[in-house]
């Protein structure tokens, strides 16, 4: 049987069993694998279990292996011998709170057909990313009840700490490097350009994940005793914060920018035929300004610029009512997106300096770290690359775009760094799938055309 | 008998009864009465109806009276004609949280020891204000028990709203004017000036509280995604706070000072007379300077100048390990203490432009009134201040000190407001009392001597 033969049939399939496949993912979101929460530890083993499980269950040879966190799944199929393509997803989730503002159930995925006639898969992790990995676990199952034997041999990478900061991955990619060493890795994670057109994205940012804790009393305190007398650790932290930003939206860490090159008047003429639609975009979070540097299009601000946020800040009472203290701590975490060849160490380091610079007599400061990676840039030519633009292409009937994210996928740098190998971030998510936030969705046209695009690109990489 | 006659008997079965006055003291502070939260609403009415059936049992007509809010105990002892003395108190009492911060149960008074010999009584509202409130009304049942009858008419008024800025106090007052109008209130809520040393507070701040709710995006975003082009609600929120103080500690709103005065000079040197050790102050914090107005003398800072205290601050994700969110929302509990005559509504006002002013585009605020009064100050002289001076100078063996408050009480306002009343501020408690922190306690002196001291008071009173 030829490939051709092989593709349309592994497509028929993969059309003809669509409600089992979404039973399969909506079983995978039923477990709750919040990753940074110690409290659903059980509930991630038990996702790389039920992959593993499944991996097995379609012929692959799959197990699931401990590391200090969170454990991974590693799967060979050993159908064909070449190409290699190692794909790598995330079981693990992001935590749900705040929970009233969910419209359902978060593990118990509700298919909600739109206005538009899109039918909307609601639930966490429904895109992020258990609907995208799943789109090419399913896309192996159809090809192998087709037609007997995957085209290529694949090999597969399931991991629980991408959401949690995971420190462990590395160190796992590492010890097992002669195993999933492959020809190219594959990454589902990322977003199409819009509805109706697939692409590649070739950069991402890095990220560097920094707690800080800062402390002045020793005890809380009664505001009409000590009112104006205490170094109020709220108003520290509250001025660190707002030091970290300059009035034109730029980052004040010292040395911030000394490795941000700028792009490329190529790339950044390529991002215009884009066509971006910066109000679409803001409107879709309800909002009509760009709050980073001035004067960047927002599509560089977004991609190709480096930022800082504030993920978290607490102190203080902060339940029903008032309280009048002033807390001994108060706490923040707070995030930095880095492009280039900005190094997360160091911007980690200028960070910490910046901070005990500002911090005031009788306060200390704690730091934790949580994560950090490289930005990093794949190129955007070679074999697989083509093959896959087409074979998306083929697949949307709309040419594939060639684009960024803003996003932080530090796998990839591991696989360059690591394994020697290249990933082609292939993802079939919206931007306006509220990954991270409550109500998250996938829409069931994801689902069901990132499968069969991965069929394509299976039979794509297969071809001579 | 003569007054001094039943003044001796009333000390000595003060004296003989003080097992019982903790027994009972320990029953009020088992019941879980925190104002704030209204999970807590029953336990409010359950210790204004405690107190009710004791006042009741020592001969009082007492009953509890309802309110849009938590319930007001009213008593009045007919004994005497005159003079008639009110005596305010508050059930109520602060949350507990971080409840594990504390070394026991906050509703289970434990009594510990201290390398001093002195006695701590530990739990929440021991200090603030069960114990301060309980020191009179033991005093008065003491007297019953040893004379028949009280040497003065007393009216008394308890409330459960003191901790949570509750607005249906002022306007029961006003209601029940004509039943409450005596010839001098007394409150029991503030400190001793040290160990040795009783004294009448004649000064005490007002207080603002304002909450305020920051919204930008109209849901959650990923950071990846929205990093540096959403505006962030935390870095907003962290702008406005830092923008309320100067770098020399004042406070930056506009109009802020417009009605604080300088503090007489002769007020200014009795406070310097007082010795007050601002390093031993500060290091009952654990703290080693004052973080308030510079070159002001740290007495100053908290009895006689404003400040803003950021009380509580959230947003984004607060829990364990790490979320890359841009929340929607940031929250904060921001309160002032006024002096003077610092208006309330005017500063609240100040404040809402001064946030108003500094919002960015796409942003909105939301405010949340928390209480307000102004500060009050108490004529430095007259009979009643006077032979209450004397009273406590006779029972602590050393001069009583007049002094003032960095708290509030705005009870002492609405008195004067609504019924014309003069107040006395004498309270037993000390700056070491951890109110409003875990692990509060009162001293058993505090308690024991408070009690005798109202009982010598009550003499006084009475005396011609």
Redesign the interface.
């Known amino acids: 049987m030829t490939i051709a033969t092989q593709l349309e049939a592994a497509l028929a399939r993969a059309d003809a069993d669509m409600d089992q496949s979404l039973e399969r993912l909506k079983a995978l979101i039923r477990i709750k694998s919040i990753?940074?929460?110690?409290a659903y530890a059980g509930e991630c083993r038990r996702a790389a279990e039920w992959l593993a499980a499944g991996l097995r269950e379609d012929g692959f040879e799959a197990s699931v292996r401990d590391t200090p966190g969170h454990p991974v799944v590693v799967a060979h199929g050993r159908d064909a011998l070449a190409p290699h393509v190692l794909f790598y997803g995330h079981y693990d989730v992001?935590?749900v709170?705040p929970l009233q503002?969910w419209n359902s159930d978060p593990f118990e995925a509700e298919l909600r057909e739109q206005p538009d006639g899109e039918v909307h898969i609601v639930a966490r992790g429904s895109s992020d990313d258990k609907g995208q990995l799943m789109t090419f676990l399913e896309a192996c199952r159809a090809w192998r009840a087709a037609n007997g034997t995957l085209p290529v041999r694949v090999s597969i990478l399931l991991e629980g700490e991408e959401?949690?900061?995971g420190k462990n991955l590395p160190g796992f990619i590492g010890g097992a490097a002669d195993e999933l060493r492959a020809d190219v890795a594959l990454v589902c994670d990322t977003?199409m350009w819009d509805r109706s057109t697939p692409s590649i994205t070739t950069m991402l940012?890095g990220?560097v994940?920094e707690?800080i804790e800062i402390t002045?009393?020793?005890?809380?305190?009664?505001?009409?005793?000590?009112?104006?007398?205490?170094?109020?650790p709220?108003?520290v932290?509250?001025?660190i914060?707002?030091?970290?930003?300059r009035p034109d939206?730029s980052v004040a860490v010292a040395g911030f920018y000394d490795e941000v090159e700028e792009l490329p008047e190529a790339v950044a003429e390529q991002w215009r035929n884009l066509g971006f639609d910066e109000k679409a975009?803001?409107a879709g979070?309800?909002?009509?300004?760009?709050?980073?540097?001035k004067d960047r299009p927002?599509l560089q601000?977004?991609w190709s610029?480096p930022?800082c946020?504030?993920?978290?800040?607490?102190?203080?009472?902060?339940?029903?009512?008032?309280?009048?203290?002033?807390?001994a701590k108060?706490?923040?975490?707070i995030?930095f997106?880095l492009v280039a060849s900005q190094d997360p160490h160091k911007i980690r380091e200028a960070f910490r300096a910046h901070v005990r610079e500002r911090l005031?007599?009788?306060c200390t400061v704690m730091f934790k770290e949580?994560?950090g990676s490289p930005a990093i840039a794949v190129p955007a030519d070679g074999p697989y690359l083509r093959r896959a633009l087409a074979a998306l292409t083929d697949e949307w009937g709309k040419q594939a775009a060639i684009t960024a994210?803003?996003?932080?996928i530090p796998v990839a740098g591991d696989f360059k760094r690591l394994l020697g190998l290249d990933t082609l971030l292939i993802g079939f998510a919206h931007?306006d799938d509220?990954?991270?936030?409550?109500n998250e969705k996938y829409n069931l046209t994801s689902y069901h055309r990132g499968i069969r695009s991965w069929i394509r690109i299976l039979a794509a990489f297969a071809g001579n």
């Open positions: 990753s940074t929460d110690p992001q935590p709170d503002l959401e949690s900061g977003d940012r990220l994940g707690e002045c009393a020793d005890k809380d305190l009664h505001s009409g005793m000590y009112g104006s007398a205490a170094r109020n709220n108003q932290l509250a001025e914060i707002a030091s970290l930003r939206g975009f803001l979070a309800g909002l009509t300004q760009a709050a980073g540097e927002l601000q977004i610029r930022t946020e504030i993920n978290g800040m607490s102190g203080g009472y902060t339940g029903d009512g008032f309280k009048t203290v002033i807390p108060a706490s923040a975490k995030s997106r005031p007599a009788d949580h994560g994210s803003g996003g932080s931007s509220r990954i991270h936030s409550p």
